[in-house]
């Protein structure tokens, strides 16, 4: 179950990228330049999904997401997106209180990446 005292504070590891890519550092800029390319459509997917509060595609978009940040160490978004999966499966009723969470970090997130991306352009 959501316990929102739980939730993970960074929005991204760079080291723990690196470990789970066995410190390649062209896997982890590249897996990471997806995802922050990724992030602004599956935030209007959660956004229109929630909007009709269409509790299957939450689910559906949940799940996907969750898939992608497997690669990339996320540890907030990855909490969150499990969470919200298992909700709209087993605790519909904890949906909105995760939702309240999950925009502002994609939106947080969002903004960090942009930094290591920039930080990644810059170091080519």
């Given at each position: 179950?959501?316990?929102?005292?739980?939730?993970?504070?960074?929005?991204?590891?760079?080291?723990?990228?690196?470990?789970?890519?066995?410190?390649?550092?062209?896997?982890?800029?590249?897996?990471?330049m997806m995802l922050k390319t990724a992030l602004p459509k599956f935030?209007?997917?959660?956004?229109?999904?929630?909007?009709?509060?269409?509790?299957?595609?939450?689910?559906?978009?949940?799940?996907?997401?969750?898939?992608?940040?497997?690669?990339?160490?996320?540890?907030?978004?990855?909490?969150?997106?499990?969470?919200?999966?298992?909700?709209?499966?087993?605790?519909?009723?904890e949906i909105d209180h995760i939702i309240a969470y999950l925009i502002?970090?994609?939106?947080?997130?969002?903004?960090?990446?942009?930094?290591?991306?920039?930080?990644?352009?810059?170091?080519?």
């Open positions: 179950m959501f316990n929102c005292t739980e939730i993970p504070k960074i929005h991204y590891d760079y080291r723990a990228s690196m470990r789970l890519m066995h410190n390649n550092a062209n896997v982890v800029q590249e897996l990471t935030k209007a997917e959660f956004q229109k999904a929630i909007h009709e509060y269409n509790i299957d595609d939450i689910r559906m978009t949940a799940h996907k997401l969750h898939g992608g940040v497997c690669y990339v160490s996320v540890p907030k978004l990855a909490y969150l997106v499990y969470h919200l999966e298992t909700a709209c499966k087993k605790y519909p009723e502002p970090s994609i939106e947080a997130l969002e903004a960090e990446l942009s930094q290591f991306v920039t930080g990644f352009v810059d170091n080519d």
